[in-house]
């Protein structure tokens, strides 16, 4: 019903900065809870970020306080993540996602997925 394209990934050395863009097609709803998630070789999907698509309030893991910044163009059906000063740590791939569940950190809120986007910081 809702189709995410994620963009943006690649490589990059670590202090640098990437910005991922989450494209949204078909049945969009203005309640939705756009979120980042990203999962690493042999971890669970991890919650990055996450912003009301209507509203615009966000939220963040602890990890990436301070250094990913999610917003949004309603214009355009687009959810950014700008990631600045990255870590090795934060390589993985990077799911965008649509939902409307109780839990803002938790995959199970989510019922529309990307395809993901591979990011990775080189040391």
């Known amino acids: 019903q809702v189709q995410l394209v994620e963009s943006g990934g690649g490589l990059v050395q670590a202090g640098g900065s990437l910005r991922l863009s989450c494209s949204a097609s078909g049945r969009t709803f203005s309640s939705y809870l756009m979120g980042w998630f990203r999962q690493a070789p042999g971890k669970e999907r991890e919650f990055v970020a996450a912003?009301?698509?209507?509203?615009?309030?966000?939220y963040y893991a602890e990890s990436v306080k301070g250094r990913f910044t999610i917003s949004r163009d309603n214009a355009k059906n687009t959810v950014y993540l700008q990631m600045n000063s990255l870590k090795s740590e934060d390589t993985a791939v990077y799911y965008c996602a649509a939902g409307r569940g109780p839990v803002i950190a938790g995959p199970g809120s989510y019922d529309s997925w990307g395809q993901g986007t591979q990011v990775t910081v080189s040391s």
């Open positions: 912003i009301r698509w209507s509203g615009g309030g966000t």
